[in-house]
Protein backbone atom coordinates (compact mmCIF):
# COMPACT_ATOMS: atom_id res chain seq x y z
CA UNK A 1 0.00 0.00 0.00
CA UNK A 2 3.11 2.26 0.82
CA UNK A 3 3.80 2.10 -2.44
CA UNK A 4 0.61 3.30 -3.98
CA UNK A 5 0.98 6.38 -1.66
CA UNK A 6 4.45 7.30 -3.13
CA UNK A 7 2.86 6.37 -6.98
CA UNK A 8 -0.32 8.83 -6.02
CA UNK A 9 1.56 11.77 -4.91
CA UNK A 10 1.42 13.43 -7.71
CA UNK A 11 -2.32 13.07 -8.09
CA UNK A 12 -2.57 14.78 -4.77
CA UNK A 13 -1.07 18.30 -5.50
CA UNK A 14 -3.60 19.07 -7.68
CA UNK A 15 -6.68 18.73 -4.77
CA UNK A 16 -7.46 21.92 -3.99
CA UNK A 17 -9.97 21.97 -1.32
CA UNK A 18 -9.84 20.55 2.04
CA UNK A 19 -13.21 18.28 0.99
CA UNK A 20 -11.51 17.55 -2.24
CA UNK A 21 -8.89 16.23 -0.54
CA UNK A 22 -11.12 14.53 1.90
CA UNK A 23 -13.17 12.96 -0.54
CA UNK A 24 -9.97 11.76 -2.48
CA UNK A 25 -8.52 9.56 0.60
CA UNK A 26 -12.13 8.28 1.24
CA UNK A 27 -12.46 7.22 -2.33
CA UNK A 28 -8.61 5.96 -2.00
CA UNK A 29 -9.05 3.52 0.98
CA UNK A 30 -11.96 2.03 -0.29
CA UNK A 31 -10.02 1.01 -3.26
CA UNK A 32 -7.20 -0.47 -1.54
CA UNK A 33 -9.62 -1.95 0.76
CA UNK A 34 -11.23 -3.80 -2.13
CA UNK A 35 -7.72 -4.84 -3.19
CA UNK A 36 -7.07 -6.20 0.25
CA UNK A 37 -10.32 -8.25 0.27
CA UNK A 38 -9.26 -9.78 -3.12
CA UNK A 39 -11.67 -7.97 -5.07
CA UNK A 40 -11.87 -6.34 -8.29
CA UNK A 41 -12.05 -2.65 -7.91
CA UNK A 42 -13.64 -1.91 -10.91
CA UNK A 43 -16.35 -4.51 -10.94
CA UNK A 44 -16.77 -4.16 -7.63
CA UNK A 45 -17.68 0.06 -7.81
CA UNK A 46 -19.85 -1.58 -10.83
CA UNK A 47 -22.33 -3.29 -8.67
CA UNK A 48 -21.63 -1.03 -5.61
CA UNK A 49 -23.44 1.90 -8.15
CA UNK A 50 -26.08 -0.45 -9.73
CA UNK A 51 -26.81 -2.27 -6.50
CA UNK A 52 -27.24 0.78 -4.40
CA UNK A 53 -30.26 2.89 -5.78
CA UNK A 54 -32.36 -0.76 -5.15
CA UNK A 55 -32.24 -0.10 -1.54
CA UNK A 56 -32.72 2.21 1.61
CA UNK A 57 -29.36 2.96 2.27
CA UNK A 58 -30.41 4.10 6.11
CA UNK A 59 -30.83 0.18 6.56
CA UNK A 60 -27.08 -0.52 8.13
CA UNK A 61 -27.64 -4.39 7.91
CA UNK A 62 -28.79 -4.20 3.97
CA UNK A 63 -25.34 -1.84 3.48
CA UNK A 64 -23.54 -4.84 5.38
CA UNK A 65 -24.01 -7.21 2.01
CA UNK A 66 -22.20 -4.41 0.03
CA UNK A 67 -18.95 -4.01 2.17
CA UNK A 68 -15.72 -4.88 0.32
CA UNK A 69 -15.54 -7.74 2.94
CA UNK A 70 -19.07 -9.19 2.94
CA UNK A 71 -19.34 -13.16 1.84
CA UNK A 72 -22.42 -11.78 -0.06
CA UNK A 73 -20.99 -10.25 -3.16
CA UNK A 74 -21.11 -11.75 -6.69
CA UNK A 75 -18.16 -13.86 -8.24
CA UNK A 76 -17.53 -11.62 -10.86
CA UNK A 77 -16.32 -8.91 -8.04
CA UNK A 78 -13.66 -11.02 -6.88
CA UNK A 79 -10.16 -11.41 -8.34
CA UNK A 80 -9.86 -15.01 -7.99
CA UNK A 81 -12.30 -17.43 -6.91
CA UNK A 82 -13.95 -17.65 -3.27
CA UNK A 83 -13.24 -20.69 -1.33
Not at 54 to 76: G, H, Q, R, V
Amino acid sequence: MLCSVAHNRRNWLFTNTVQGAQTSAALYSLIETTKLNNLNPYEYFNYLLSSLTEIDINDEEALDNYMPWSKELPDNTYLTKKS
